[in-house]
Structures are given as C-alpha cells and as structure tokens.
T-cell receptor
C-alpha cells in the first residue's frame, strides 16, 4: 500500500476563517511533507517533518502552521489566508532510508484550496 | 532549491514513442524519479533510477541516465491518449530533500 490520504479534497474559505488540511499515511514513513502547487507549475516545498520534528521550513508565512501529532498524521492549519494562497496543497511521505524501493516520496491527491 | 530543467511542451501522435528530457545540476543526487500528474490529481510515481545505473526498463517506460552530462530521459513506447499529462522529473540529494523539475506537458494526438 503506497497511499497517502488527504482531506478535504476541496476547501473554500474566507480570509478571516481558520481551517485545517489533514494528511495520513500508514506506510511507516518517518518523513512527511507539505507542498504547494500552482497550476502547471512544479510543487514548491513548504515544510518537512522528520521523525515527527519540523526539520525544514522554507520561509513559509506564519498564516500556515504545520503540526505532526504522530508518525502517521500531518496537519496544516490555515488562518488569515490571502487570495494568492489559493492552490493545490500536496502532502507527501518518504521512508527516510533507502531500502529496496529507494528513498521514494509518495504524494496524496491533494487538497484544492480557494481563498475568497 | 536545485535547478532541474525540462522542456515545457511535447506533442506526439498516438502509437509513437515520446521522449521527455531533464537536466539537473547536483552531481550528488542519489536517486532520480519520474512522476506523472493528470489534471486535478496528485503526483503519481512512475519509476525511479539509482544514480549508479545507466538504464532502467519497466514495461513501456525506459529511463536513461547520463551522469556525466547530468541528463535524464523518460521514453514512453507506444504512447496512448491516457499518457497525456504533465511529467515531472525529480532528484533526491538527501533522505528528505527532493527537487522537482519544471514539468513537461505531454499531449497525445489521436
């Protein structure tokens, strides 16, 4: 099973709302990621959690707040977003070690966020 | 991030072969990957190659790696309309650092 599950698939929120995106994986991976993707562009890295600790924060504005409650779950809390934050938010996970299948990163289907 | 470049567009006729190219800059890449993204969907892993390999074949897909020139290619044999998508190459330089190419939009003409 190489599945990363994201909810919700679609989210519309106002600029004063607080909402959260959720991500779950049961592959035993110890690294989890949030990426932001605009139409027809490559994914841009936002955050990386390694062994449930934030290891990379790519200078993301504080209106995005990640949380890793345990090794299987990753959340992205959203508050006071701007219309330009509208995008596809992708969660991903990877094993943090090589192994037979290599150090491969697996993506969820994404959450489409529209800020109005 | 690192510079991983791809040509933006490729158009082929159904049944022909497609070749999507990628150049990268970091010679310490350990693994290189190809992902496919269909409209409205996430990135689907197609195949990957370890940096000490030159070639990998997986059914209709052939990956070629030229480490000297830092050039990676994906050949899709007998291209079908269902292969129309955006294809991203990616490199891994450490256990939790992955850099993605600019993406190539493949259009298959029936």
């Amino acid at each position: 099973d190489t599945e990363v599950t994201q909810t919700p698939k679609h989210l519309v929120m106002g600029m004063t709302n607080k909402k959260s995106l959720k991500c779950e994986q049961h592959m035993g991976h110890r690294a989890m990621y949030w990426y932001k993707q605009k139409a027809k562009k490559p994914p841009e890295l936002m955050f990386v959690y390694s062994y449930e600790k934030l290891s990379i924060n790519e200078s993301v504005p504080s209106r995005f707040s990640p949380e890793c409650p345990n090794s299987s779950l990753l959340n992205l809390h959203l508050h006071a977003l701007q219309p330009e934050d509208s995008a596809l938010y992708l969660c991903a996970s990877s094993p943090l070690s090589g192994g037979r299948s290599g150090n491969t990163i697996y993506f969820g289907e994404g959450s489409w966020l529209t800020v109005v | 991030g690192e510079d991983v470049e791809q040509s933006l567009f490729l158009s082929v006729r159904e049944g022909d072969s497609s070749v999507i190219n990628c150049t990268y800059t970091d010679s310490s890449s350990t693994y290189l990957y190809w992902y496919k993204q269909e409209p409205g969907a996430g990135l689907q892993l197609l195949t990957y190659i370890f940096s000490n390999m030159d070639m990998k074949q997986d059914q209709r897909l052939t990956v070629l790696l030229n480490k000297k020139d830092k050039h990676l290619s994906l050949r899709i044999a007998d291209t079908q309309t269902g292969d129309s998508a955006i294809y991203f190459c990616a490199e891994s330089i450490s256990s939790n650092q992955f850099y993605f190419g600019t993406g190539t939009s493949l259009t298959v003409i029936p």
